[in-house]
């Protein structure tokens, strides 16, 4: 993985985003960054082509969706075989996502997200099938994202 030189302005630009990126338009990034509406397009597209932004996602309340049933996963996959564990992972039912975490024990945190305990029952016993060891299971209250403020965030902040 190379390491891709992000100037103040990029770093504004991500700040801006992950603040809002449906609702940020180019014209209004670029009156807080200041740069034409056009570059700073040409700035976000770089970005994305770098893979510095790796997609747009909603955040969704998934108990208001009928899915009250959300589950954090601590586990083990032995080292050599992670990453077929991992690849494995994608297609349980009701996996949100997966992290692999640079440990020995616990390398991996997987999110399930069900509408039913029997659903989440299932998804627990196929991460079991895929060859996880469950070392600890934590039921989501609530889920708070912002945008990491250290990236940017002065570069934008007028007030």
């Known amino acids: 993985m190379t390491e891709t030189q992000l100037d103040e ?14 609702h940020n338009t ?5 009156s807080q ?10 700035r976000i597209r770089k970005l994305e082509d770098n893979g510095v932004i790796k997609g747009y996602h909603p955040t969704v309340d998934y108990e208001k969706t009928g899915f009250e049933h959300h589950l954090l996963v601590s586990a083990t996959a032995p080292f050599e075989q992670r990453e077929a564990v991992v690849k494995e992972l994608r297609s349980v039912t009701g996996v949100a996502t997966i992290r692999k975490l640079l440990t020995d024990d616990q ?6 997200i069900s509408r039913t305990r029997t659903e989440l029952k299932t998804a627990i016993h196929e991460l079991h099938q895929v060859g996880l060891s469950i070392e600890q299971m934590d039921l989501i209250e609530d ?17």
Do not use: C, M, W
Request: no cysteine.
């Open 143 to 159: 889920e708070i994202t912002q945008p990491f403020d250290h990236v940017g965030k002065s570069v934008v902040d007028s007030e």
């Open 9 to 22: 302005i990029d770093l504004g630009i991500l700040y801006l985003l992950q603040s809002n990126a449906r």
């Open 33 to 42: 960054v200041g740069l034409s509406a056009s570059a700073v397009g040409t």
């Open 26 to 30: 180019t014209a209004e990034i670029g």
């Open 107 to 112: 390398n991996i945190v997987v999110e399930i």
